[in-house]
């Protein structure tokens, strides 16, 4: 299972970026799928999750200005990101909570990050 993120670039404060995130290889079942955000001499954070039903959940920070969705049918998940501010700049890492076919182990899978930068 591999997972390919992409959609980061360097924006302007208040600007919009959607990232995108998909899973290919032998899927059995994508089930939580995921974002985090880390930049340097920091811990990683939790951004936003939702599930295979669509139930999200995100970050306190986030104050509604992030929206996490997902198309099943693609195996993608999607992260709009409204209202960017500076301290929004860091690298977003997608991650997936896979049964692949054949199994009945779930495994949590992460794709390369992507930057996102933004300016004052």
């Known amino acids: 299972v591999q997972l390919q993120a992409s959609g980061g670039g360097l924006v302007q404060a208040g600007a919009s970026l959607r990232l995108s995130c998909t899973a290919s290889?032998?899927?059995?079942?994508?089930?939580?799928m995921g974002w985090y955000r880390q930049t340097p001499g920091k811990q990683r954070e939790f951004v936003a999750a939702?599930?295979?039903?669509?139930?999200?959940k995100y970050a306190d920070w986030v104050e509604g200005r992030f929206t996490i969705s997902r198309d099943n049918a693609k195996n993608t998940e999607y992260l709009q990101m409204n209202s960017l501010k500076p301290e929004d700049t860091a690298v977003y890492s997608c991650?997936?909570?896979?049964?692949?076919?054949?199994?009945?182990?779930?495994?949590?899978?992460w794709g390369q990050g992507t930057q996102v930068t933004v300016s004052s």
């Open positions: 290889g032998s899927i059995g079942s994508l089930n939580v």
């Open positions: 991650y997936a909570n896979v049964v692949s076919s054949g199994s009945t182990s779930e495994y949590t899978y």
């Open positions: 939702i599930d295979g039903g669509g139930s999200a």
